[in-house]
C-alpha cells in the first residue's frame, strides 16, 4: 500500500512538473531546469559521500568531462545533443573506475586531496588542447533544432526534468537494493561487511564510478541548457559548491540532494546582489555550521516532525473500535484484582 501510494504521487508529481513547461516563462523553466541537474550531480556526490563514506573535493572535474564531451561531439562531430547524454555518462563512468581503484586503499584525508588534484588540474589541461577546447576561449554549443511549437527553453526543461526523475527513483531504489546495502556497510564497518560476503574492493569502484557518472551526466545537461562551456566554469568552486549541497541537503539522502540543488540553484541569484564573493563565502558558512552543529542536515532537522506526524495517526484507531472490544480488553484486570 505504501509504495503504491508512493508511486502514485510520484507520478502526479512528474505530470505537475510537465504542465509547467506551457505555463512558466523560460527564465522560470531555465531556473527550474538548472535544479534538476543539479540534483542529478548531488545524487551522484551523495552516493560516494553520503551512502560510501568517501570524501571527494573534485566532483567539479566529472562534471566537466561530461560538459565537454557533449560540446565536443555536438560541434566536432555534429552528433545530436540527446545522443551525448548517455555517451557522457558512459565516458564518465569508465574514468570513475579508473579513479575508483585507488579509492580502494585512500581514505579519508589522502582520497580528498587526489580528488582535489584532479579538480585544480582539469580546467589547465582544457586550456592546453585548444583544437579540441577551444582553449581559453571554450565551445559554444548550438540550441537544439526543434520540430513543432517547443521553444527550445521548453526541450531543455523537459529533457531535464525527465531524466532526473529517472535518476531520482533509480538512486532512491539503489540505496534499498542489496547493492545500496552494500554501500552502507562498507562505510559502516569494513571489516564486518567482508566477514559477512561484501566484495568491498569492488562495491568501492562501482560506487565511485556511478557517482563520476551521474555528475558527468548532469555536466552534459548543463550544455544543453547553457549552450557555452569553458574551463574557468569548472574550477574548484563548483567542486564546493556541490560539497555545501549535500551537507545542506543531508548526506546519505535522495531528498537532501533536491533541498541542496534548490540550494546552488537560487541562493547565488540573492547573494550576489550583496557582493560577488557573498556566494562563496555563504557556502563556506554553510559546510562550517551544518558540519558542526547540524550533521544530518535539513532532512535530518525535518525528521522529527515527520515522525511526530506520524505517530499521531494510530491515535485515533481505539476510539474507533467497537464498545464490546473495550469491555472485553478490561475483563482480565477486573478478575485479577481482589
Same mark, same amino acid.
Given at each position: 500500500?505504501?509504495?503504491?501510494?508512493?508511486? /502514485?504521487?510520484?507520478?502526479?508529481?512528474?505530470?505537475?512538473?510537465?504542465?509547467?513547461?506551457?505555463?512558466?516563462?523560460?527564465?522560470?523553466?531555465?531556473?527550474?531546469?538548472?535544479? /534538476?541537474?543539479?540534483?542529478? !550531480?548531488?545524487?551522484?556526490?551523495?552516493?560516494?559521500?553520503?551512502?560510501?563514506?568517501?570524501?571527494?573535493?573534485?566532483?567539479?572535474?566529472?562534471?566537466?568531462?561530461? !560538459?565537454?564531451?557533449?560540446?565536443?561531439?555536438?560541434?566536432?562531430?555534429?552528433?545530436?545533443?540527446?545522443?551525448?547524454?548517455?555517451?557522457?555518462?558512459?565516458?564518465?563512468?569508465?574514468?570513475?573506475?579508473?579513479? &575508483?581503484?585507488?579509492?580502494?586503499?585512500? $581514505?579519508?584525508?589522502?582520497? !580528498?586531496?587526489?580528488?582535489?588534484?584532479?579538480?585544480?588540474?582539469?580546467?589547465?589541461?582544457?586550456?592546453?588542447? =585548444?583544437?579540441?577546447?577551444?582553449?581559453?576561449?571554450?565551445?559554444?554549443?548550438?540550441?537544439?533544432?526543434?520540430?513543432?511549437?517547443?521553444?527550445?527553453?521548453?526541450?531543455?526543461?523537459?529533457?531535464?526534468?525527465?531524466?532526473?526523475?529517472?535518476?531520482?527513483?533509480?538512486?532512491?531504489?539503489?540505496?534499498?537494493?542489496?547493492?545500496?546495502?552494500?554501500?552502507?556497510?562498507? $562505510?559502516?564497518? =569494513?571489516?564486518?561487511?567482508?566477514?559477512?560476503?561484501?566484495?568491498?574492493?569492488? +562495491?568501492?569502484?562501482?560506487?565511485?564510478?556511478?557517482?563520476?557518472?551521474?555528475?558527468?551526466?548532469? &555536466?552534459?545537461?548543463?550544455?544543453?541548457?547553457?549552450?557555452?562551456?569553458?574551463?574557468?566554469?569548472?574550477?574548484?568552486?563548483?567542486?564546493?559548491?556541490?560539497?555545501?549541497?549535500?551537507?545542506?541537503?543531508?548526506?546519505? +539522502?535522495?531528498?537532501?540532494?533536491?533541498?541542496?540543488?534548490?540550494?546552488?540553484?537560487?541562493?547565488?541569484?540573492?547573494?550576489?546582489?550583496?557582493?560577488?564573493? /557573498?556566494?562563496?563565502?555563504?557556502?563556506?558558512?554553510?559546510?562550517?555550521?551544518?558540519?558542526?552543529?547540524?550533521?544530518?542536515?535539513?532532512?535530518?532537522?525535518?525528521?522529527?516532525?515527520?515522525?511526530?506526524?506520524?505517530? $499521531?495517526?494510530?491515535?485515533?484507531?481505539?476510539?474507533?473500535?467497537?464498545?464490546?472490544?473495550? !469491555?472485553?480488553?478490561?475483563?482480565? =484486570?477486573? =478478575? +485479577?484484582?481482589?
Amino acid at each position: 500500500m505504501k509504495s503504491g501510494l508512493v508511486t /502514485a504521487l510520484g507520478v502526479v508529481a512528474l505530470v505537475v512538473l510537465v504542465l509547467l513547461t506551457f505555463n512558466v516563462e523560460d527564465y522560470g523553466l531555465s531556473q527550474l531546469a538548472q535544479v /534538476a541537474l543539479t540534483t542529478v !550531480a548531488l545524487l551522484g556526490l551523495n552516493l560516494l559521500v553520503g551512502y560510501g563514506g568517501q570524501t571527494s573535493l573534485g566532483h567539479g572535474a566529472f562534471y566537466a568531462i561530461g !560538459a565537454y564531451t557533449t560540446a565536443v561531439l555536438v560541434t566536432k562531430a555534429g552528433m545530436p545533443h540527446l545522443w551525448t547524454l548517455p555517451i557522457a555518462a558512459v565516458l564518465t563512468f569508465a574514468v570513475g573506475v579508473v579513479f &575508483g581503484i585507488p579509492s580502494v586503499r585512500l $581514505r579519508g584525508f589522502s582520497l !580528498a586531496l587526489v580528488t582535489l588534484a584532479l579538480a585544480i588540474a582539469l580546467p589547465q589541461l582544457l586550456k592546453h588542447f =585548444e583544437g579540441l577546447t577551444g582553449g581559453q576561449l571554450g565551445i559554444t554549443v548550438s540550441r537544439p533544432d526543434l520540430p513543432g511549437t517547443l521553444t527550445a527553453d521548453q526541450f531543455v526543461y523537459l529533457v531535464t526534468v525527465v531524466v532526473g526523475f529517472a535518476v531520482f527513483l533509480g538512486v532512491r531504489n539503489l540505496a534499498k537494493s542489496r547493492t545500496g546495502l552494500a554501500m552502507v556497510a562498507t $562505510r559502516d564497518n =569494513e571489516a564486518a561487511a567482508g566477514a559477512m560476503g561484501v566484495p568491498v574492493a569492488r +562495491t568501492r569502484v562501482v560506487m565511485f564510478a556511478l557517482s563520476a557518472a551521474l555528475v558527468g551526466l548532469a &555536466g552534459s545537461l548543463s550544455v544543453l541548457l547553457t549552450g557555452y562551456v569553458s574551463p574557468d566554469n569548472f574550477g574548484l568552486t563548483l567542486s564546493i559548491n556541490l560539497v555545501a549541497g549535500i551537507v545542506l541537503g543531508g548526506l546519505g +539522502t535522495v531528498w537532501g540532494a533536491l533541498i541542496g540543488a534548490v540550494y546552488i540553484t537560487y541562493m547565488p541569484v540573492y547573494a550576489t546582489d550583496i557582493s560577488q564573493s /557573498a556566494p562563496g563565502i555563504v557556502n563556506g558558512l554553510i559546510i562550517i555550521v551544518f558540519m558542526l552543529f547540524l550533521p544530518n542536515g535539513v532532512v535530518g532537522l525535518l525528521r522529527p516532525v515527520l515522525r511526530r506526524l506520524r505517530s $499521531r495517526r494510530p491515535s485515533s484507531a481505539p476510539t474507533s473500535r467497537p464498545p464490546h472490544t473495550a !469491555a472485553t480488553s478490561t475483563l482480565p =484486570e477486573k =478478575e +485479577t484484582t481482589p
